[in-house]
């Protein structure tokens, strides 16, 4: 495993990182999730990524009750919440980035995490309804109290990043170190062309998700809808419906061409891809069984195959790098 700084953070990061969204708690087993958990580990992941909105809690809870019964020491991994969405409660008060509910959903991680405080807290969505000022302070206070080590935001505007930063200079406060955005071949504008100034200006780290956009970048629904996959579920009707489309399905079935020309699996190579990116910090890698992961794992020994000139026949079958603005 490679490690890197995360942003301009003294952190050292695993380049690859387990989530749990969708399986732990939902599609997994309790036992499958520690599986999952121990692969990572033992191959040097060092960041498991979650949220109080997965499974309710639910992924939270099993992630907690596996990080004590391995009792791997403390300082040997990161362990992330986010909040925005609440844990299923529809009240008003228990959800957004209000000082209230980011208090009471860092305590809830922590509670269900089983740890003392969270390495990394992200504001899971930008809230429109509560002032900036609140949100900064809110994570600023957090660090100070011991609760989180560093704060980062999810799906942000560049312009809403540079917000935040713009109100901890103001008064000294802590801003973000790291954002989670969606980054995969599908889904570039953000990463690559949004975000690349503040990559420089305030040193923004990146953790990013969905690396094979839910799957289809696998290649396994080249030719129809396999069994027991994410897309298959009931209730992911959404997501089905956002990815299972001809125009994507058509760039992958030719991408998995390529893929095999150098070698690789289509899984191995739409992760590589997106290590590729200097600006990327982790991939984060989700698995509903262990052989996946231990296939993805090993995608940092072969980087190097995705040469320049493989690179521009990519380029030249997914057609949609997104464009700088010409001023
Ligand atoms: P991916 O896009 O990589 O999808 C993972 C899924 O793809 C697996 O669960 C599995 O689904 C399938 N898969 C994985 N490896 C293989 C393989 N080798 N061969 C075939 N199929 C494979 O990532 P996720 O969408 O899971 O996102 C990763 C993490 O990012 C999440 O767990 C979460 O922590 C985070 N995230 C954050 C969000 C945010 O808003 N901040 C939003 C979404 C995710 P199956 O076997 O069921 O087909």
Not at 41 to 59: C, K, L, M, Q, T
Not at 100 to 110: D, G, Y
Not at 142 to 169: F, R
């Amino acid at each position: 495993m490679e490690y890197n700084n995360l942003g301009k953070s003294g952190l050292q990061i695993s380049r690859l990182s387990l989530g749990s969204w969708l399986t732990f708690g939902k599609q997994i087993g309790d036992n499958i999730a520690e599986e999952l958990m121990d692969i990572a580990y033992d191959a040097g992941v060092n960041f498991f990524d979650n949220a109080e909105i997965y499974s309710r809690g639910e992924s939270e809870r099993v992630m907690g009750k596996v990080l004590k019964k391995k009792g791997w020491k403390r300082d040997s991994y990161i362990v992330s919440s986010k909040a925005f969405f609440g844990d299923g409660g529809q009240l008003p008060t228990q959800k957004g980035l209000n000082r209230k509910h980011l208090v009471e959903a860092c305590e809830a991680a922590i509670k269900r995490l089983q740890v003392d405080y969270l390495d990394l807290f992200f504001c899971h969505r930008p809230d429109k309804s509560t002032p900036i000022e609140e949100t900064v302070w809110s994570m600023h206070n957090l660090i100070m109290q011991g609760k989180i080590l560093y704060w980062g935001t999810s799906e942000w505007s560049a312009q809403e990043i540079m917000e935040a930063h713009m109100v901890a200079k103001q008064y000294n406060l802590i801003g973000p170190t790291m954002e989670q955005p969606q980054y995969n071949m599908l889904h570039r504008e953000k990463v690559e062309v949004e975000y690349n100034q503040i990559y420089k200006t305030v040193g923004l780290g990146t953790t990013i998700w969905s690396p094979l956009a839910s799957g289809i970048l696998s290649g396994k629904y080249n030719d129809g809808m396999p069994e027991s996959t994410r897309l298959s579920m009931d209730g992911l009707e959404w997501l089905k419906d956002a990815n299972l489309v001809d125009e994507k399905l058509q760039k992958v079935r030719e991408m998995t061409k390529l893929a095999q020309e150098v070698g690789l699996s289509m899984p191995k190579f739409a992760i590589a891809w997106c290590l590729k990116n200097p600006n990327v910090s982790t991939v984060i890698l989700g698995a509903s069984k262990a052989a996946q992961l231990k296939e993805t794992l090993t995608t940092m020994d072969d980087l190097d195959k995705l040469t320049p000139e493989i690179l521009e026949k990519v380029e030249g079958i997914l057609d949609n790098k997104p464009a700088f603005p010409a001023f």
